[in-house]
């Protein structure tokens, strides 16, 4: 029987518990916790509940929670999260935060930050932008790389668990409208899919791709903080759910942006991922963690429609909840997949427009983008926004750069991912390099060959800024003087907008998946 947290609660709804300055407490309440904001502290209650994945039902369970939570989240957010306090009965019975025999119960202390930061609320607000998303994508690169390797964790097993675990969980909400074919039929499909990919799983926890990772990486769990994207709330409550895959913890991410209609910003966060990381070989897996994902939060958004303060907000958040356990099928959806090739000279746009075909492409969230500027950057060890010299782009480093994107060209395919490879490729070799993938990989290839006036391509370069381009009007000149030979692509005009530009790259590739 889990205990009685009423006391407890009312402290600390309380504006006097906190001392001089503090008049007015802000709560939220989630299924597992309770926040309260109170000055410039926030303290974060446990709820005392039990559910299939975790125990909060005393108050020493509370207390280790706690206590894991900020270690934990120190981790990521070292200046956020502050102490572990109790909660103690006073002689006169009163509770208070001044030590007193045994505690009641704990909190976690933590600084306040400004909730219009919260990165749910910056995507609402539509505040979110590619150099925020690309700094995002960094902090969590950097925060995987330093993260403990669990070789005893993970698995084909534990995501079976994992994924039984929450069918029985969706199947026991009562309040959202779930149907019991949606939550039949979801099960089937998890099934399924781990079928075809326990191989990959298993090897990829026996390679060290299984890390004490955040655990509960969604928008609501990411702030800007001093600046800078910070996550904090990873799970603290099961350090086998919180031990997994790397793609599977970043797949909450991307799904949650997905599900806000941001494929493009979950786009953009993959594909500088993987390029930063050596996680390509993973993506097979991923329409099954992104599934999982949202059949996570389709249950935990259900659980908050019986605490809702309303009949329309119960509503509203039982409609959410069935939009999530949507989406956990049609990640499934079977897609076709091919190899698109845009090539020309520098300032052309490619990168522009592969950008903004990619999210429409293939399995979500969207198709795999190699981008030749960004693989030589990272091949010799440097960010790819910094400059290189004229010596990186000798021959025999581009031969190495075009070998790297035929080769995770490659791998994006057999994962059944469209692959967009954006390169220069002045020459014919380099270009059936590419049509040697598809054919290896029996998919289509539709090379696009974009082309502008000369004097439109200097003024694109010389106004890029923080772009991983080293190509300056000296470097299009000479570009522009070299013979391409013979080319067999769709040329596109592109001198003049994206949207033009666009336009006619979605009819072509729609002219040619019908010709297909």
């Known amino acids: 029987m889990s205990e009685d947290q009423r ?33 410039d502290r926030v303290f974060k209650l446990k709820r005392a509940v039990t559910y299939p994945y975790l125990d909060f039902s005393t108050a020493d369970l509370r207390r280790r929670a706690c206590e894991a939570e900020l270690v934990l989240n120190r981790r990521t957010a070292p200046t956020l999260y502050e102490e572990v306090r109790g909660l103690f009965r006073r002689p006169g019975g009163a509770v208070s935060f001044a030590p007193n025999g045994e505690a009641l119960d704990w909190v976690v202390v933590m600084r306040r930050f400004d909730q219009d930061l919260l990165f749910h609320a910056l995507a609402e607000t539509g505040r979110l932008d590619r150099h925020v998303m690309d700094r995002l994508a960094d902090r969590i690169t950097a925060f995987h790389a330093g993260a403990e390797q669990r070789f005893d964790r993970g698995g084909a097993a534990e995501m079976a668990r994992v994924a039984e675990i929450q069918y029985h969980s969706l199947a026991a909400v009562q309040w959202a409208g779930f149907t019991r074919e949606c939550v039949e039929g979801i099960r089937e499909k998890w099934r399924n899919r781990l079928t075809m990919v326990s191989p990959l799983l298993d090897c990829r926890r026996g390679t060290g791709k299984v890390r004490h990772c955040h655990g509960d990486l969604h928008l609501r769990n990411i702030c800007l903080f001093q600046g800078e994207p910070t996550l904090f709330d990873c799970l603290e409550f099961d ?106 000279v520098s300032g052309t746009g490619k990168s522009t427009l592969a950008a903004a075909l990619a999210p429409e492409l293939g399995l979500r969230p969207g198709a795999r983008v190699l981008r030749s500027d960004v693989i030589r950057k990272l091949l010799l060890g440097v960010e790819p926004e910094d400059r290189l010299s004229a010596s990186a782009y000798d021959p025999e480093i581009t031969r190495k750069v075009y070998d790297a994107l035929c080769q995770k060209a490659a791998t994006g395919l057999a994962a059944g991912y469209t692959v967009i490879i954006d390169a220069v490729a002045l020459r014919a070799k380099e270009r059936c390099s590419f049509a040697e993938v598809a054919r290896a990989a029996a998919v289509p290839l539709a090379g696009l060959w974009l082309e502008g006036q000369p004097e439109v391509m200097a003024d694109r370069i010389r106004n890029r800024v923080g772009d991983a381009s080293d190509a300056s009007p000296e470097v299009l000149a000479q570009q522009l003087r070299h013979d391409p030979g013979k080319i067999a692509w769709v040329r596109i005009e592109a001198g003049g907008q994206l949207e033009d530009c666009l336009a006619i790259a979605r009819r072509v590739l729609a002219d040619q998946s019908v010709a297909g």
Do not use: W
């Open 7 to 39: 006391e407890v609660i009312a402290f600390l709804r309380d504006p006097s518990s906190y001392g001089p300055g503090v008049d007015r407490v802000e709560v939220i309440e989630t299924h597992a916790s309770l926040v309260f904001i109170a000055g």
């Open 239 to 344: 350090d086998t759910l919180a031990s997994v895959d790397v793609l599977y913890d970043l797949a909450f991410l991307l799904m949650d942006l997905e599900h806000r209609g941001l494929s493009h910003h979950a786009n953009r966060i993959l594909n500088r991922y993987l390029d930063r990381t050596a996680e390509d070989d993973g993506l097979a897996a991923m329409p099954l963690f992104l599934s999982i994902r949202a059949g996570i939060r389709a249950q935990a958004v259900a659980n908050a429609v019986e605490r809702a303060p309303d009949s329309r907000a119960s509503e509203e958040l039982a409609a959410d909840a069935r939009r999530y356990l949507d989406l956990a099928h049609l990640l499934f959806r079977s897609q076709s997949c091919k190899l698109i090739a845009i090539g020309g």
